[in-house]
């Protein structure tokens, strides 16, 4: 089996486990409807922007919905956002490695909850992404298509791709500078009124 084949069918395995785990979470039907809307309102945001290299709203909504719902909803917001924006965008192996990736950048988002709960703390997380989901990308290339995974190839890639990963840091400071705070009430207030209306019906049952 090659090299590409392995890390995809991981990048999948690794994808349904998080989602099995996602559906059995304590979430209630308002709270899943919410996050599959987030996620395909963060897909739009990216097809909005295509046309601007590297600069989209996708990791600054993963991380707020991560701060203002949690780890679980942080990381499906993230994973459908890369899955059905890519449906417009092109899908392909790299599929798989974005929507692990973004998932991660929404689960951050509620780890690292103190921070990304304020506008600053959210545009400097932001804005470190912006270089480490570059990086990972351009890790993950290496491992698929080659020519080899090394150091040197790695620092190559990097250098090759540092004015799309500038940009793409600045772009996500901004939006989280712009966005961030106000998204984040939105989100906070609706999970504390779900979790409200669904609590009498989980005593109940």
């Not at 917001?77 to 991660?104: D, H, K, R, Y």
């Not at 990086?135 to 190559?156: D, H, K, Q, R, Y």
């Amino acid at each position: 089996m090659s090299a590409a084949a392995v890390v995809i069918l991981a990048s999948v395995a690794i994808l349904l486990l998080g989602w099995t785990a996602w559906e059995r979470g304590a979430a209630g039907p308002k709270m899943l409807a919410l996050t599959a809307t987030l996620g395909a309102a963060t897909a739009a945001g990216r097809v909005l922007f295509a046309a601007v290299p590297s600069v989209k709203p996708v990791t600054t909504m993963c991380l707020v919905a991560g701060a203002a719902l949690g780890a679980r909803a942080g990381m499906a917001v993230g994973a459908l956002a890369a899955l059905i924006s890519n449906a417009f965008l092109g899908q392909g192996p790299w599929t798989p490695a974005q929507m692990l990736l973004w998932g991660a950048v929404g689960a951050s988002g509620a780890l690292l909850r103190p921070a990304t709960r304020t506008r600053l703390g959210l545009a400097c997380i932001a804005g470190t992404w912006g270089f480490a989901f570059g990086w990972m990308m351009n890790l993950w290339f290496l491992a698929t298509f080659g020519p080899e995974v090394s150091w040197a190839a790695f620092i190559t890639a990097c250098v090759a791709s540092a004015w799309f990963d500038i940009a793409a840091a600045i772009g996500n400071v901004v939006f989280a500078l712009i966005i961030g705070p106000a998204l984040y009430r939105l989100l906070a207030r609706y999970a504390a009124r779900v979790r409200v209306t669904s609590a009498p019906a989980q005593l109940g049952g």
